[in-house]
């Protein structure tokens, strides 16, 4: 019911815009999230938004790069992905919920119980 997509190799300083298309019944997402996992690391979550679009939370490493956008029309999440660095690079996965959880919480990924299958992000030095 997710499906990411957008992924691809670029240079250092590079952009990419990644989509995550949610589809099926009448299901309404309250957050959906980007998490990546790069080899031999943990997944680590990336930056989540909830339906209304108004509260996001990013990761450190990403705030100022990274921009997350909600299409609700389209069920569709995007995250711009610019000033792309080499440690960006990873298998960026969406994942979703139906009720919200605190924003503390929004970036654990045991929260989730929808999961898109993944696309490969590599950033070349």
């Known amino acids: 019911q997710l499906q990411a997509s957008g992924g691809g190799l670029v240079q250092t300083g590079g952009t990419l815009r990644l989509s995550c298309a949610a589809s099926?019944?009448?299901?309404?997402?309250?957050?959906i999230t980007w998490f990546r996992q790069a080899p031999g690391k943990e997944r680590e979550g990336v930056v989540c938004i909830y339906r209304s679009g108004s509260s996001t939370i990013y990761t450190d490493s990403v705030r100022g790069r990274f921009t997350i956008s909600r299409n609700s029309a389209k069920n569709t999440v995007y995250l711009q992905m610019n000033s792309l660095k080499p440690e960006d690079t990873a298998v960026y996965f969406c994942a979703a919920r139906a009720v919200r959880v605190p924003v503390s919480s929004c970036l654990n990924s045991v929260y989730y119980n929808y999961w898109g299958q993944g696309t490969q992000v590599t950033v070349s030095s």
């Open positions: 099926g019944s009448s299901l309404d997402f309250s957050l």
